[in-house]
């Protein structure tokens, strides 16, 4: 209803503003409360529970709630999805704004505990576990924390599989985790370097848009190491096309850009005006040279 959505909302914000001042016997309190409502019923009070988690653990620390991923833990394996897909959103969220924190844990106790479920839940039946525990597992691929190298090979048979899901979160995901592969583990990708084009070429077609852009990065980045050479020389006369295919405009994108050329026709092009540019996600970075 729209009266308990008001009361969430005051109680992040309560969370938020006032989680230092309270007493610890109210902080228990509420915490408990939280991890008891993961498994409601309705997936917004699931979604904004998980939010008020991270709220807390953003204005305290993961290590002022120790109990907080062992409950998370103990309810991935409940045979309630409910409670399955409660616990998974505040442990994305966690792992989301969390992950330095938890890779320099000493030992990684807790990632060698969680990894191994996340990538066992790849194959869940559940749309939203699938996507959910993919996505958590992401987050730990740019630092390549040690708990996740030690589960690299599973990993990629992960990904690999999830590559023809029907949800195209998931295959966006995929795409995703390729192409942070690509950057920061090139060595492991290499044996597997043609499955890989053949997979980009097939899902930079992909007819859902998100999934296509997510693809389209595969290239640029490929470009940037020291395998492109020889990895995509053999596939250029089926790549060309592809993404000459992918830069048509529509009607509205061709009225914009002669509005843009008619607003900036009097100024004097930049030397990064001219240079080619591509497309890159927040969270790629550097050469991915090996």
């Not at 924190?101 to 699938?130: K, N, W």
């Not at 995703?176 to 899902?203: G, R």
Request: aromatic fraction near 6%.
């Amino acid at each position: 209803s729209a009266a308990w959505r008001t009361n969430v909302q005051v109680l992040k914000n309560n969370i938020k503003d006032r989680w230092s001042h309270l007493s610890p016997e109210v902080q228990g309190f509420i915490k408990e409360g939280l991890v008891g409502c993961l498994g409601d019923s309705q997936p917004f009070i699931r979604s904004t529970v998980g939010s008020c988690i991270t709220t807390v653990v953003t204005a305290g620390g993961l290590e002022a709630w120790p109990q907080l991923i062992p409950s998370l833990y103990q309810l991935l394996q409940s045979q309630d999805a409910s409670h399955v897909e409660g616990a998974y959103g505040a442990l994305h969220k966690i792992c989301e704004d969390s992950a330095d924190a938890l890779a320099l844990e000493p030992g990684q106790q807790t990632l060698h505990t969680l990894i191994p479920r996340f990538l066992h839940d790849f194959a869940s039946p559940s749309e939203t576990v699938r996507k959910m525990s993919l996505g958590c597992v992401n987050q730990f691929v740019q630092v390549m924390a040690e708990a996740l190298a030690a589960n690299l090979d599973a990993y990629l048979k992960g990904l690999f599989a999830l590559a023809v899901d029907p949800s195209a979160e998931v295959r966006k995901r995929v795409c995703h985790a390729l192409v942070m592969l690509l950057d920061v583990h090139l060595d492991c990708l290499l044996p597997h370097m043609n499955q890989v084009v053949e997979y980009m070429l097939i899902s930079t077609k992909d007819p859902d848009e998100l999934v296509s852009l997510e693809a389209c990065e595969f290239w640029s980045a490929i470009c940037e190491t020291r395998v492109a050479k020889e990895y995509l020389k053999g596939y250029l006369p089926r790549l060309i096309p592809v993404l000459l295919e992918s830069m048509v405009y529509t009607e509205l994108d061709l009225v914009m850009l002669g509005m843009d050329e008619e607003a900036d026709e009097h100024v004097a092009d930049r030397p990064e005006d001219l240079k080619p540019h591509f497309h890159r996600s927040s969270k790629m970075a550097g050469s991915g040279g090996g």
